[in-house]
């Protein structure tokens, strides 16, 4: 197995680009999340996903982020526009959560998008 | 909705000591408290996990106990290494009924610094 894959490892870009992370979760997975860390803030859960579905994005910061799931193998988090507070590595994971099931799975992590806003 | 708090931020211990880390949650329907480890530039990955059913699990060097009456759940580490030098993190999630679809609630995470 793969693992969870993400997509660009390193990203540099500009204040006002558009940035898209791309995430590919484990196959069988049907839960993915997406989480944002920092040294001040350590790690923090932005938006999860269940069979494809946004289940909570209560901790997207704001409204110039945005994440799909348009299918069960792939998510993009997407920064539009970007600001120099936005750098950040963020991780995608994945776990299998079933529906009623009083036990939850483990949740693996990829590896991670470093991204540098200047 | 759940909230973890982990002790201490950061832990500098000698080689061959033991090393304690001490989580607390506020969610009496947790039942699930997995651990991991970050190292330098790499992603969190699972070291050790247990569930409220059982009140104390072992791996080799590492244990976690918990104690739900109390709320709380700690990693213990013997014999250190340098190579157990990373951040670890705490989690806990509630999957009673079904509903949390996996979500974990992380610890603020502990560095801890083993010297040769």
């Known amino acids: 197995d793969a693992g969870v894959i993400q997509s660009p490892r390193h990203e540099v870009t500009e204040m006002g680009q558009e940035v898209t992370l791309r995430c590919k979760p484990i196959?069988?997975?049907?839960?993915l999340f997406w989480y944002r860390q920092t040294m001040m803030r350590g790690l923090e859960l932005l938006i999860y996903?269940?069979?494809?579905?946004?289940?909570?994005d209560s901790g997207m910061p704001e409204d110039r982020f945005s994440a799909k799931m348009p299918n069960a193998s792939f998510s993009t988090l997407k920064i539009q526009p970007s600001e120099p507070r936005d750098s950040a590595v963020y991780f995608c994971a994945s776990s299998l959560a079933l529906a009623g099931a009083r036990v939850t799975d483990t949740q693996y992590f990829g590896p991670g998008t470093r991204l540098t806003v200047l | 909705g759940e909230n973890v708090e982990q002790h201490p931020s950061t832990l500098s211990v000698q080689e061959g000591d033991s090393a304690v880390i001490k989580c607390t949650y506020s969610?009496?329907?947790?039942?699930?408290f997995p651990w991991y480890k970050q190292e330098l530039g790499k992603r969190p990955q699972l070291i050790i996990d247990i569930r409220s059913n059982v009140g104390e699990k072992k791996d080799q060097r590492i244990a976690v106990t918990l104690n739900k009456t109390a709320k709380h759940f700690s990693l213990h580490i013997t014999e250190t290494q340098p190579e157990d030098s990373a951040v670890y993190f705490c989690a806990a999630s509630n999957s009673a009924g079904g509903t949390s679809y996996g979500k974990l609630t992380f610890g603020q995470g502990t560095i801890l610094t083993v010297h040769p």
């Open positions: 996903f269940n069979n494809n579905v946004p289940i909570d």
């Open positions: 196959s069988g997975h049907n839960s």
């Open positions: 969610d009496s329907a947790s039942n699930y």
